[in-house]
């Protein structure tokens, strides 16, 4: 690797239970402004936009492209998509960047949740012959995994509890979390997770710029420089995997570079409690690791762009000083089955 | 501003999957009230089955039967169960791992309560009255702490007619929103008018609007009409009928086109009537045609004024 690629801005919207009065374009167009704003770039001087999105959370086919009328693709740009959290397409544009062929990178990525049930929504994501007849509903598997952990000493549930509220207690400082300070743990949704172990349902949307060399420290006063990244993922069928453990983010974290030096931070996506426990122990987080000081994905969750969230509020505590070696962490699919790991530092100070 | 809209809306649709050759001797198999898995080159028995080692990737095939009792490898009490799960009162989701296989399989369990399920419990298959070859063969697994438990009998895994394809239907329910300049324009319509946007910068007027100026990448907000006149600017000539049920009262062939309405800056498209289809042109002339009751217009007709100059529209084609 020669090229060195930053993330120089970040910006997402408030999440909120329902956005039905806006489109996904305008709903996503304040952040593109945003995150445009804050390096001064326009959009003609971005040499590659990629997106992640997925039509099935609205249901409402193609959406992607005509959320491309918020960036203003004609005459056409450099443009691709992933139908997948947008830190996956943070990933397909870094390797743009990492080949030379753009200096600056626009990503992007938004979920509305609020049109439709997306417990339900996700089933269609599972292995369509043995697991997705079944109508598995995405609380249902992530309960699975919890009582793995129960079952093997790993967690229990008063410190799945004390997850839920660390999280939402860290969000009161965040103005764009959906849950915010004290939430009761409430009932049991599906058991062993109670409605405070659950990601909130909501619609937002966010965006980064990515910068290579000079050009990132042109555009932001203390990049966020990517000094790895990696994504792996978990054997198919939940019923051969060991839930307890990770092994895939503990792969994607040494590829990344996370165990050469300890971080100070850590940006989790976590959708449930009991994730979180699994994610520390393959990450190998010691205790005055700050994690998920956003508050994380209990206090926010639009689908699609919780994962790009993580990245972003990674960069942001680089950007603001608050953190000179950060890890972002990212997962999509059932049961942490897709992990995306990458580490974020700045310049010495 | 006038109220946004929204509507229920349900996308439903079957997929029809081919199955590969383990797929299909095990789902044949579940008809026939036999489980099979498949051994892997180490030699561990893979249930459910697949068609590749997913520690070495090596393409596997070697169907071993195994039995239909097993043992709960994790659980979760699903209290309120949803539409298309396998049971309609409460249950369990429960991993089994089948006796005689290595790892565990998804599926409910029907037990009395929380109280009465914990991992390492024992249970059986309790399989579907009718079969057709698909993962819903099994109803559901039940508690069984019998001794009785019959040996597999070593199955094959060739079965007369055996099934190659499943259809696995998939609904969802949406309630749909079409945002607020997609709700401005059809409030508008319901009055038989036609309102497009104006972007800021670019002044372009967009029609239907969605929002946004695709060139500008800003808000489109001021609404403008246009029409009620409109210049066909190109179209096609349709000759298959549409399979959808929404066109099956219109004869073939017919016209599509690009209508460019007077005041917008961008197409948008219809049918044409009234005309014999071989007469419609470029530069034709034409209005809406709205029929009793309809919130949109069912096609467009020529309005009788001469046809527009091609530079009026060339910027819209």
New interface residues.
Partial sequence: MTREIAVVAFAQTDHRRTS???????ML?PV??DVLAQTGLK?ADIGFTCSGSSD?L???AFSFT?A????????PISESHVEMDGAWALYEAWTKLLTGDADTALVYSYGKS????V???L??QLD??????????SV??A??????LI?AGDTDEPELAAVAARSREDASANPHAQLRGAVEQGE?V????RTGDCPPIGDGAAAVILAAGDRARELCARPAWIRGIDHRIE??????RD?TDSPSTRLAAEKAGAFDRPVDTAELHAPFTSQEVVLRKALRLRDDVRVNPSGGALAAHSVMAAGLVRIGEAAARVHRGESDRALAHATSGPCLQQNLVAVLEGDPR | MPEVLQAPLVVEFPFTRSLGPVQSAFLTGLRERVVLGVRTGDGRVLVPPVEYDPVTAEEIGGLVEVAQTGTVTTWAWNHAPRRGQPLATPFAWALVRLDGADTALLHALDAPGPDAVHTGMRVRIRWADERSGAITDIACFEPYDGADQPEPAGHSGEFENPVTGIVAAARLDYTYSPGRAQSAYIHALGDRRMVGERCPSCTKVYVPPRGACPTCGVATSEQVEVGPGGTVTTYCIVNIKAAHTANLDIEVPYVYAHIALDGADLALHGRIGGIPYDQVRMGLRVEAVWTDDSRYPDHYRPNGEPDADYDTYRELL
Avoid: I
């Fill in positions: 039905h009065d806006l489109s996904e374009v305008e167009m593109l402004h959009t099935y609205a249901g409402r005509l491309l009328d918020g960036v203003g693709a004609w005459p609020s049109p439709g049930s417990r339900d929504v089933t269609r369509p012959y043995y697991v997705a007849p079944l109508w598995p509903d249902a598997l309960a699975l995994q919890a009582q793995a079952d049991y599906v058991r062993p997770l054997a198919h069928s939940l019923g051969v839930l």
